[in-house]
């Protein structure tokens, strides 16, 4: 059922058209209205008579001859695949292209820093969807300063809400988890945007296609199910399969930046155990070779299983076994290593050694802080490290 578009109004451009229009002679009020209707916004008839009669918009001078000319010449400026307007339409038609857009950049073959781009540009696209909603609905999106002027740029344009303001605002009607979701990109974004970062794709995958989603599933909520982008974008082809032996390898010669982990670390450690399983937060898809049982089936390329189900449940079980590192505060390394045969081990000896080593500098990939109730824990990498240095220093701990 379409969505009934609040604040259809008249934008000052196009009063200034229509007061030409009569000005000009030979339109009626509905030739009129036919102009400045679309599939985003309905004009009511009445708008045009206020204007013939000068009952509103008086302040509003009548455009040029010229600038009549121009639009009469152009119309309908529309974007061929959504019937958009190019003008009045130009902040969704902008959303959807900047999303488009990341999403090729992400597909594309051969390109290193993917996931960096498809932020970039994700976030530019969720900012003028943003936009274009509040604009909809008659909210100023544009900063004021302490007089309560409009603040400009250096070159004398208004000043806009970025994306992190406009989901701050009261109004916003974006849901907690796809705010989490965006929250993390833009800080990921702050993280990477003067640093190198190796690849990061394996590591924020699940967090791009839940981005991708939510997107679209917000641009039919708020728009109309006619501006969504399955028809523009499907199902993505690959000419590979991984093993346990090459996924190991991709991850290993994928690790993250210490400072990129870091962030990860911190921003999913203060969201609570529902956040972080929501969809609309990460969005995770396992794909398993099918070998159908019914020729209707036996062909298609995506089945998608209930997480309640038996097949979910197994599915889940084995994905958190995979995704889920080990960790271990202080106590439990020495303790493991005092189990194995190394009584002398203690916690005075590892305080020693990790110091020695500076084990807890974020860059060897050691272990890292504020995960476990506050406290620093170690991964296996360590655990070998410390098993390592036991065995050359056995009589000493034995």
């Known amino acids: 059922m379409p969505v009934r578009k609040r604040r259809n109004t008249l934008e000052r451009w196009e009063i200034a058209l229509i007061k030409a229009m009569l000005m000009r002679g030979g339109y009626n009020d509905q030739d009129i209205l036919a102009y400045f209707t679309r599939p985003t916004r309905s004009i009511n008839h009445a708008r045009v008579l206020e204007i013939r009669t000068g009952a509103r918009h008086e ?5 040029t001859e010229e600038d009549l000319d121009a639009f009469l010449t152009s119309w309908p400026e529309v974007d061929g695949e959504t019937g958009l307007s190019l003008r009045g339409d130009e902040l969704l038609i902008k959303a959807r292209e900047a999303m488009i857009a990341a999403v090729h950049i992400f597909n594309g073959a051969g390109l290193t820093f993917r996931s960096e781009l498809f932020i970039v540009t994700c976030i530019i696209a969720w900012t003028y969807l943003l936009h274009a909603w509040f604009r909809r609905e008659g909210i100023d999106y544009r ?43 833009l800080e ?67 690790s993250l930046p210490a400072h990129v ?27 398993v070779p099918m070998a159908g049982n019914r020729a209707s089936s036996a ?42 045969g190394y009584p002398n081990f203690n916690q005075q000896a590892h305080t020693a050694l990790w110091k020695a080593l500076d084990g807890k500098n974020p860059t060897h990939g050691f272990g890292r802080d504020g995960d476990y109730k506050g406290t620093w824990v170690w991964y296996d990498r360590w655990i070998e490290r410390v098993r390592d240095h036991c065995r050359e220093q056995g009589d000493r701990y034995r």
Not at 200 to 212: H, N, R, T, Y
Not at 261 to 287: K, M, N
Not at 303 to 312: A, H, L, M, R, Y
Request: charge should be neutral; charged fraction near 30%.
């Open 59 to 63: 302040a509003v001078e009548a455009a």
């Open 143 to 185: 900063y004021n300063k302490a007089d309560g002027t409009i603040q400009k740029t250096k070159h004398g344009a208004d000043c806009y809400w970025e994306l992190g303001k406009c989901l701050r605002h009261a109004r916003c009607p974006i849901p907690r988890g796809m705010v989490k979701n965006l929250d993390f990109l």
């Open 188 to 254: 990921l974004r702050h993280e990477i945007e003067h640093r190198s970062t190796n690849r990061i794709d394996d590591a924020v995958s699940a967090k791009l296609q839940a981005c991708c989603l939510n997107f679209n599933e917000t641009i039919k909520v708020w728009f109309g199910p006619q501006y969504g982008l399955e028809r523009r974008l499907p199902i993505a082809l690959q000419f590979v399969t991984f093993g346990a032996e090459q996924r190991a390898a991709l991850k290993k010669a994928g």
């Open 261 to 287: 982990e870091t962030f990860i670390d911190a921003f999913e450690h203060g969201l609570s155990q529902e956040e972080y399983a929501d969809p609309a937060y990460r969005y995770r898809v396992a794909f």
């Open 299 to 340: 062909d298609v390329a995506i089945e998608f299983v209930k997480g309640d189900s038996d097949d979910g449940r197994e599915i889940n079980r084995v994905l958190l076994k995979e995704v889920d590192k080990p960790r271990y505060t202080a106590k439990q390394v020495w303790a493991r290593m005092q189990d194995e």
